[in-house]
């Protein structure tokens, strides 16, 4: 762990940028867990209705962070586009705490906090521009520091705003906790990323030709069978409050208790899968993740009791510890030369996965509840981890 340590003493963007992760993540493990429930149970919005809120806020982030991928290696700055898109969170969050409304929900999930979210790519983006400077295995290990930085904000945020907001009505002051978080986000970007642009431009190449980067060398296939992967993770985040406080009969305190043990799980699995994929097939295993993630997801399906789903989580933190971490340094690598731009396939990938996941959810409570939603989901998962595992041989043995 001693160059983990010394990469952030020596390298302050990286330090800068490791924080604001940390604080992007804390406001959205304050709120996520727990907005399907706001949605659904409080607000009073239908399953079909979230989901296809959730289609259009995937599609307004994936827009925005490619278009913001694309301005960022263009005007060779990062920093400017980061403080401008971290400033959403503060409205969208603030928005919906302060008029809780099905119109207010719908309105900043799909503009002000769909933008906020490009914070995240973007982030990544300009820590890749700085590391293309760094040795190989330096680089591996921002990139795993950059995914395990969000972990570690899952670790205790869910658990403390469940035992905060025990015996309240609606959860709804949690999006006011998340506006403050992304605020302190925006203001690590503005003061400590000052050196985020001091890195050699990448070469000159028309706004069209970028675009057709993403249509060529089989990218598209690729981040789909990525897409794929992640929709699980989307998936997961809407049943599992509803099936915890529903069939398994338990308190919303124990939906923060669940995605906490989770996440600390994810934070030692992370290090444990960066080092087990050094010079071994990454495609291998995200098969071998996916398939123990469907394991996770059957379990949750047949939970009748609080302490089913503790258990089935088990396995959910090993195995999404390799299915939130692996993708991002394979995607990352698909356009290796623009920075932004590859960063912005994070964007598409949580775009591709959250359409997915709604297409899923919409069509898994429709025939079955939320039992065969999380069964239908994990089977998805798998088939995409085929599908990279099809395109990697194929590539291997042109």
Same mark, same amino acid.
């Given at each position: ?22 604080? /992007? ?24 209705? /979230? ?7 995937? $599609? ?20 400017? %586009? ?19 409304? %099905? ?8 503009? @002000? ?36 930085? $969000? ?6 945020? @869910? ?23 992304? *605020? ?18 990448? @070469? ?22 990525? *897409?794929?992967?992640?929709? $699980? ?18 308190? %919303? ?18 290090? /444990? ?56 340094? /394979? ?7 623009? %920075? ?7 964007? $598409? ?50």
């Amino acid at each position: 762990m001693q160059i983990w340590f010394s990469i952030l003493r020596r390298h302050a963007v990286v330090r800068a940028a490791a924080l604001a992760i940390f604080l /992007y993540g804390f406001a959205g493990a304050a709120t996520s867990p727990y907005q399907s429930m706001l949605a659904i149970q409080d607000l009073g919005l239908s399953d079909s209705a /979230y989901a296809w809120i959730a289609l259009l806020a995937s $599609v307004a982030n994936v827009t925005m962070a490619i278009v913001a991928g694309l301005l960022s290696d263009r005007m060779h700055s990062y920093r400017a %586009p980061l403080i401008f898109v971290s400033a959403f969170g503060i409205l969208g969050y603030g928005m919906i705490w302060a008029i809780p409304s %099905p119109l207010t929900f719908v309105l900043a999930t799909i503009g @002000p906090l769909a933008l906020f979210h490009a914070t995240n790519s973007m982030l990544f983006g300009a820590v890749r521009a700085q590391t293309d400077r760094f040795e190989a295995e330096e680089a591996r290990i921002v990139n795993a520091l950059m995914r395990i930085m $969000v972990s570690l904000s899952w670790v205790l945020m @869910p658990g403390v705003v469940g035992i905060m907001m025990r015996g309240r009505d609606s959860m709804i002051a949690a999006w006011a906790i998340a506006a403050v978080v992304a *605020a302190a986000c925006m203001a690590t970007i503005l003061f400590g990323m000052k050196g985020a642009d001091d890195t050699p431009p990448p @070469p000159s190449r028309a706004a069209l030709g970028d675009l057709r980067l993403l249509v060529g060398r089989g990218i598209l296939a690729r981040v789909l069978g990525v *897409a794929l992967i992640s929709q $699980v993770l989307h998936v997961n985040t809407a049943v599992l409050p509803l099936i915890v406080t529903g069939q398994a009969g338990g308190k %919303p305190e124990d939906i923060g208790f669940l995605v906490g043990m989770v996440a600390v799980l994810e934070v030692g699995f992370m290090v /444990y899968w960066a080092w087990a994929v050094r010079g071994h097939n990454l495609t291998r295993a995200l098969l071998i993740s996916s398939a123990l993630y469907l394991v996770y997801l059957g379990g949750l399906a047949v939970a009748s009791a609080p302490w089913h789903v503790y258990a089935a989580s088990l396995i959910a933190g090993f195995s999404a510890a390799a299915l939130i971490s692996l993708p991002i340094s /394979y995607l990352l690598d698909l356009i290796r030369d623009r %920075p932004g731009l590859s960063a912005s396939l994070l964007a $598409v990938n949580y775009f591709l996965g959250g359409a997915l996941g709604a297409g899923v959810f919409g069509i898994g409570t429709a025939l079955g509840g939320y039992g065969l939603t999380a069964l239908l989901s994990g089977g998805l998962g798998v088939l995409g981890a085929l599908l990279l595992m099809g395109l990697e041989h194929g590539k291997d043995h042109a």
